[in-house]
């Protein structure tokens, strides 16, 4: 299961929102870990309830993705202070992914 942030349009080379991701995963963006009145990470249960309701709890494999690698560094932390330290980054994030026509992606709504 991977978690990801904004997708990048393959046609153009721009950044934009589109009904792209990655094969089976979950639209997680990053700010939605932070309680924005305090600039804080969320309180443990809030954050616990969040992903449970994008199956990382019971998922194998977590890998947290964004544009370019840098913002999904704040899901692995939210997820290693939930006790998932395994959760990895995949620090060539959709830049790498979505510029690599070989490599599948799902379209349609967001997850």
Known sequence: MGFANSPFDRASRYWKPLPTQFPGGRSAPWADNVDA????????????????????????????????????????????????????VYDGSWTEWGSDPALPIETGPAR
């Open 37 to 88: 009145s305090t600039g804080r990470l969320r309180a443990p249960d809030e954050l616990r309830e969040r992903y449970r309701a994008l199956g990382a709890g019971e998922a194998d494999v977590v890998v947290a993705s964004c544009g370019s690698g840098v913002t999904a560094g704040v899901i692995a932390l939210a997820l290693a202070l939930l006790g998932r330290a395994d959760a990895a």
